[in-house]
C-alpha cells in the first residue's frame, strides 16, 4: 500500500492578490482589508470551495458581486435568463440561498448595501433591435416581483455602483453582428443604433429612482457614430470610466453633471516574443505590430490611474493590461508577460495563437493589508494572474497563477474579509459546467502550479503541456520523463526536476524520424534498460478523418525514432475504440518484454486488453482486464490511461472514467502480477489478470483545488526513490479545465 500523501507546495508569492468582476461590481466598493504583513512567500490566496450554479437552479455563472458585508454573492445566469444568490457566511461551504426569473438575458450585476441587487437585463429582438431593462430585486423576498424596472432603451453590458450608493453606471453597447459585413469587414462598423451610457440617481425607494443618458458619440476617431461602450468602473470621486472596445478608446464621465471630463485612445502596442501562429506548435517567435489595445474591463487604482484588460474584439487585442494616468499616459504596459506566464504555467491556449493569446479580458484592483493588487482574469488561458501594484510609474510585479473553471469572466475582490471570487461563463451547450471559486488568502505557499516550465536555450518560457504519460528515470530519483498527446503538433519527450517544488520541465526532446519532426499520439512512455526510450501512440481505427495505428516506437535518448511496431493486422481491424494509453517493460536483451494497455474495449467485448511484445522474437501475445465497470455513474466510458512498471515483474494500472468534478467515480491505481500471467498469441484465448486495488485517487485529486477533480489523471511514475506520482493531462485547454496536477503518493510498499 501507499505511504502517507504528500502534496506539493508549490511556487511563491513575493505578493498575492485579489480582484473585481468583469462586469460586475468593483472590490472599492467594500472597506480595505484587515491590515497584517506585506504579502510574501509566506502568505498566499488558496481556493477554499467550488460552488456550482446547477445546485441553485441556474445554469451558469457569468458575473458575480457581493453584499456589502461580503456575506452573500448574487450572480447573473445569462442563459437562464435570472440571478442566483449564495450565502458565503462559510467561505468554504458556500450554499445555495435561491434565484430569481428574470426572463431576459443578464448581462451583469452589481449589490447596493446588504438587501439591493441591481441587474442590467437584455432584451434585444435582434443586434438591430436592442433593448433592455434595469431590475431592481430585494435580497430580501426574492419570491416578490423587482421592487423597479426601468428601460434603458437599448442593450446593457456592464453595471457598476458608486461606493457611496448614490448613482449607478451601464454601458450600454448595442453590441454588433459580427456575421454582419462592412465595408468588407465581416463583424465590422459601424453598426446602428449607437450605444452610450446610462446614468441611474439612487435617491429614494427604487421606485423614486430616475434615469439620464449621455450621449458617447462624435468621440473615438475609429467609429465616431458607434461607440460601443464595454465596462464601466466607478472611482471614490464618482467619476466612471468607460470602455469603448472596438473605438479603442477611454471615456470619464461625472456622474453628478453627466459631463464628459475628458477621454483618449487607448494607443498600440508592438510585441516580440509571441505566438501569433495557429500550427499545433507554441513558439514565442512573432513579432506583432501596431496592434490596438482594444480594452475590455477597466478598473481604478489607488493612486487614480486606470487598468485595463485589452482582450480585443474587433482587430486588437495586446494580449496584456496596461496601466494609464488620468490623462491617458501609459504608466505601465504587461507586454509579452501574460502569454510568457501562460506558456511556463502550462496554460497557453494555442487554438488562439493567431487572434488574442490567452486573452486577459477582465480586471480587478482592491487592497488587501498592506498591499495593491491587479487581478487580470484571462478567458482562454483558464487563469487570473496576480500582480501587486507599486505605485505610478513603477512596474506591476506578478505574484500569483491562480487556476480557474473554462472561461473565467466574472472577477469579484471582497478585501474585508481576505477573499477573492471568480465566476465562470463555461458553456452547457458544449457539455461543461460553470463554476464560481472561492479563494482564502491564507498562510502558506500557493498550492498551484504543480508543474512550470524552465527555460529554453534562448532564455524564454519552455512550453509544454499534455502530459499523457510519465515515468521514473532508473537512475535518479529526481527525474522523471513525461510526452504529450497530439495536441501541440510536434512529439516530445519532457524531462522534468521534481526536486523542485512545483515541478520544473527542464528539457524537451524533439522526436524525429530521417531528420524531420514527427507528430504522434503520445500516449505512455517507459525507460528501456540499455538507453532510451518505448512510447506508444494512441491511434484512431478507421476514424472517419484520419486514420492512424496504434503504434509502439522505440526512441534513441536524443529522440530519433529507431523502430516502429505495428500491431498484427487482424488485431488492429478490431478496434472500435481508444487506443494504446500506457506502456511499461521488464528485463533486458533478449528476455525483454514489453506491455501495453489498451484504453477502452474493442471487438464488442465487455473487457479492455493488455498486449506483451517480444522484441527478440517479435511476436505479440494478449491478456484481458476487467474494468470496474462498462459505464460511470454519470454515464461515462470507463477505461485505463496508464501502466507502470514495478521492480518485481508487477505493474500499476491506472483505471478512470471520463468525468470531472462531482460527476467523478473512477480514478483508481490497481496492481497486477504481469510475472505470473502468461498471456495468449491469439486474441480470443486471452486470460484476465487478477487486479489488487492500491489506491483510490479521487480524495488526492479532490484535496488538491476543492470541489475540482480533473477528468483525466493519465501518468503515473515510480522514480528511483521508490516514490510514487501521478499526473494530469491539461487537454491544451482546448475545452478542459487545463490543469496539471501532479500528485506526490510517498513511497510505494512492497
Request: glycine letters at 12%.
Given at each position: 500500500m501507499l505511504g502517507a500523501a504528500i502534496l506539493a507546495p508549490v511556487l511563491g508569492l513575493a505578493g498575492s492578490a485579489g480582484a473585481t468582476g468583469q462586469h460586475?461590481?468593483?472590490?472599492?466598493?467594500?472597506?480595505s482589508g484587515p491590515s497584517g504583513p506585506t504579502l510574501g512567500v509566506e502568505r498566499s490566496f488558496q481556493r477554499v470551495a467550488?460552488?456550482?450554479?446547477?445546485?441553485?437552479?441556474?445554469?451558469?455563472?457569468?458575473?458575480?458581486?457581493?453584499?456589502?458585508?461580503?456575506?452573500?454573492?448574487?450572480?447573473?445566469?445569462?442563459?437562464?435568463?435570472?440571478?442566483?444568490?449564495?450565502?458565503?457566511?462559510?467561505?468554504?461551504?458556500?450554499?445555495?440561498?435561491?434565484?430569481?426569473?428574470?426572463?431576459?438575458?443578464?448581462?451583469?450585476?452589481a449589490a447596493l448595501g446588504n438587501d439591493l441587487v441591481l441587474a442590467a437585463v437584455s432584451r434585444s429582438e435582434s443586434t438591430a433591435a436592442p433593448a433592455g431593462t434595469l431590475e431592481v430585486v430585494s435580497l430580501d423576498d426574492l419570491a416578490a416581483p423587482p421592487l423597479a424596472s426601468f428601460d434603458l432603451g437599448g442593450q446593457p453590458d456592464s453595471i457598476d455602483v458608486s461606493a457611496d450608493g448614490r448613482y449607478a453606471a451601464i454601458a450600454i453597447e448595442n453590441e454588433r453582428d459580427e456575421d454582419v459585413t462592412v465595408d468588407g469587414v465581416e463583424g465590422g462598423l459601424p453598426q446602428l443604433p449607437a450605444g452610450g451610457l446610462v446614468i441611474v440617481d439612487l435617491v429614494g425607494e427604487p421606485s423614486q429612482w430616475t434615469t439620464r443618458n449621455v450621449d458617447l458619440t462624435g468621440i473615438a476617431d475609429r467609429f465616431p457614430e458607434d461607440p460601443?461602450?464595454?465596462?464601466?468602473?466607478?472611482?471614490?470621486?464618482?467619476?466612471?470610466?468607460?470602455?469603448?472596445?472596438?473605438?479603442?478608446?477611454?471615456?470619464?464621465?461625472?456622474?453628478?453633471?453627466?459631463?464628459?471630463?475628458?477621454?483618449?485612445?487607448?494607443?498600440?502596442?508592438?510585441?516580440?516574443?509571441?505566438?501569433?501562429?495557429?500550427?499545433?506548435?507554441?513558439?514565442?517567435?512573432?513579432?506583432?505590430?501596431?496592434?490596438?489595445?482594444?480594452?475590455?474591463?477597466?478598473?481604478?487604482?489607488?493612486?487614480?490611474?486606470?487598468?485595463?484588460?485589452?482582450?480585443?474584439?474587433?482587430?486588437?487585442?495586446?494580449?496584456?493590461?496596461?496601466?494609464?494616468?488620468?490623462?491617458?499616459?501609459?504608466?505601465?504596459?504587461?507586454?509579452t508577460s501574460i502569454d510568457e506566464l501562460a506558456v511556463r504555467h502550462g496554460h497557453y491556449p494555442e487554438s488562439r495563437s493567431e487572434a488574442k493569446g490567452s486573452e486577459p479580458e477582465g480586471v480587478a484592483v482592491a487592497r488587501y493589508g498592506h498591499d495593491d493588487l491587479v487581478f487580470v482574469?484571462?478567458?482562454?488561458?483558464?487563469?487570473?494572474?496576480?500582480?501587486?501594484?507599486?505605485?505610478?510609474?513603477?512596474?506591476?510585479?506578478?505574484?500569483?497563477?491562480?487556476?480557474?473553471?473554462?472561461?473565467?469572466?466574472?472577477?469579484?475582490?471582497?478585501?474585508?474579509?481576505?477573499?477573492?471570487?471568480?465566476?465562470?461563463?463555461?458553456?452547457?451547450?458544449?457539455?461543461?459546467?460553470?463554476?464560481?471559486?472561492?479563494?482564502?488568502?491564507?498562510?502558506?505557499?500557493?498550492?498551484?502550479?504543480?508543474?512550470?516550465?524552465?527555460?529554453d536555450a534562448d532564455g524564454a518560457p519552455l512550453p509544454w503541456g499534455t502530459l499523457s504519460g510519465l515515468v521514473g528515470?532508473?537512475?535518479?530519483?529526481?527525474?522523471?520523463?513525461?510526452?504529450?498527446?497530439?495536441?501541440?503538433?510536434?512529439?516530445?519527450?519532457?524531462?522534468?526536476?521534481?526536486?523542485?517544488?512545483?515541478?520544473?520541465?527542464?528539457?524537451?526532446?524533439?522526436?524525429?524520424?530521417?531528420?524531420?519532426?514527427?507528430?504522434?499520439?503520445?500516449?505512455?512512455?517507459?525507460?528501456?534498460?540499455?538507453?532510451?526510450?518505448?512510447?506508444?501512440?494512441?491511434?484512431?481505427?478507421?476514424?472517419?478523418?484520419?486514420?492512424?495505428?496504434?503504434?509502439?516506437?522505440?526512441?534513441?535518448?536524443?529522440?530519433?525514432?529507431?523502430?516502429?511496431i505495428e500491431l498484427p493486422a487482424e488485431v488492429a481491424a478490431l478496434q472500435a475504440s481508444n487506443g494504446y494509453e500506457g506502456v511499461a517493460t521488464f528485463g533486458e536483451g533478449d528476455d525483454e518484454q514489453v506491455w501495453v494497455a489498451f484504453q477502452r474495449q474493442w471487438g464488442g467485448e465487455a473487457e479492455v486488453r493488455l498486449g506483451r511484445y517480444t522484441p527478440a522474437t517479435g511476436q505479440w501475445a494478449f491478456a484481458r482486464y476487467a474494468l470496474d465497470g462498462v459505464e460511470s455513474a454519470a454515464g461515462g466510458w470507463v477505461?485505463?490511461?496508464?501502466?507502470?512498471?514495478?521492480?518485481?515483474?508487477?505493474?500499476?494500472?491506472?483505471?478512470?472514467?471520463?468525468?470531472?468534478?462531482?460527476?467523478?467515480?473512477?480514478?483508481?491505481?490497481?496492481?497486477?502480477?504481469?510475472?505470473?500471467?502468461?498471456?495468449?498469441?491469439t486474441w480470443d484465448d486471452a486470460p484476465t489478470v487478477d487486479k489488487e486495488l492500491v489506491l483510490d485517487l479521487l480524495p488526492e485529486l479532490g484535496a488538491m483545488l476543492p470541489g475540482v477533480v480533473p477528468d483525466?489523471?493519465?501518468?503515473?511514475?515510480?522514480?528511483?526513490?521508490?516514490?510514487?506520482?501521478?499526473?494530469?493531462?491539461?487537454?491544451?485547454?482546448?475545452?478542459a479545465l487545463g490543469l496539471t496536477l501532479l500528485l506526490r503518493l510517498g513511497q510505494l510498499d512492497s
Open positions: 460586475g461590481r468593483p472590490g472599492h466598493h467594500g472597506p467550488t460552488f456550482f450554479p446547477d445546485d441553485n437552479g441556474s445554469t451558469v455563472a457569468e458575473i458575480v458581486t457581493a453584499t456589502d458585508d461580503g456575506m452573500t454573492l448574487v450572480y447573473g445566469d445569462s442563459v437562464g435568463q435570472g440571478i442566483g444568490v449564495v450565502d458565503i457566511t462559510d467561505p468554504a461551504g458556500p450554499r445555495p440561498a435561491g434565484r430569481v426569473d428574470l426572463g431576459g438575458e443578464v448581462t451583469s450585476v460601443e461602450p464595454e465596462f464601466v468602473a466607478i472611482n471614490g470621486r464618482n467619476i466612471v470610466a468607460v470602455t469603448l472596445q472596438e473605438n479603442n478608446h477611454i471615456v470619464l464621465v461625472d456622474l453628478a453633471t453627466g459631463r464628459i471630463r475628458s477621454d483618449f485612445p487607448a494607443g498600440s502596442v508592438t510585441l516580440e516574443g509571441v505566438d501569433a501562429t495557429e500550427d499545433g506548435v507554441i513558439s514565442l517567435t512573432d513579432t506583432i505590430t501596431d496592434v490596438a489595445r482594444e480594452p475590455d474591463a477597466i478598473a481604478w487604482t489607488p493612486s487614480g490611474g486606470l487598468v485595463t484588460a485589452n482582450e480585443g474584439d474587433l482587430d486588437g487585442g495586446s494580449r496584456g493590461f496596461t496601466v494609464f494616468d488620468w490623462d491617458g499616459d501609459v504608466t505601465f504596459d504587461s507586454g482574469g484571462n478567458e482562454r488561458g483558464n487563469f487570473v494572474a496576480v500582480y501587486q501594484y507599486l505605485s505610478t510609474g513603477q512596474p506591476a510585479v506578478f505574484r500569483q497563477f491562480l487556476p480557474t473553471g473554462i472561461a473565467p469572466e466574472g472577477l469579484l475582490a471582497i478585501p474585508q474579509r481576505d477573499l477573492f471570487v471568480v465566476a465562470d461563463e463555461a458553456s452547457p451547450d458544449d457539455g461543461l459546467a460553470s463554476d464560481i471559486a472561492i479563494y482564502q488568502l491564507q498562510d502558506g505557499a500557493p498550492t498551484y502550479p504543480m508543474v512550470v516550465g524552465g527555460d528515470d532508473p537512475n535518479d530519483a529526481d527525474v522523471l520523463y513525461g510526452v504529450p498527446d497530439n495536441y501541440y503538433g510536434r512529439s516530445r519527450i519532457f524531462t522534468l526536476d521534481v526536486s523542485a517544488q512545483p515541478a520544473v520541465v527542464t528539457a524537451a526532446t524533439e522526436l524525429t524520424l530521417d531528420g524531420e519532426p514527427v507528430d504522434l499520439d503520445l500516449e505512455g512512455i517507459a525507460v528501456r534498460p540499455q538507453g532510451g526510450f518505448w512510447v506508444v501512440s494512441e491511434g484512431t481505427g478507421a476514424a472517419p478523418e484520419v486514420e492512424t495505428t496504434n503504434q509502439l516506437v522505440s526512441v534513441a535518448a536524443d529522440g530519433t525514432v529507431e523502430d516502429v477505461g485505463l490511461s496508464e501502466l507502470t512498471a514495478l521492480p518485481d515483474g508487477r505493474a500499476l494500472v491506472l483505471e478512470r472514467d471520463n468525468q470531472r468534478d462531482r460527476a467523478a467515480a473512477i480514478k483508481r491505481l490497481y496492481v497486477v502480477d504481469l510475472a505470473t500471467v502468461e498471456p495468449a498469441a483525466k489523471p493519465e501518468g503515473v511514475a515510480l522514480a528511483a526513490d521508490g516514490q510514487l506520482y501521478v499526473v494530469t493531462d491539461n487537454d491544451g485547454i482546448e475545452d
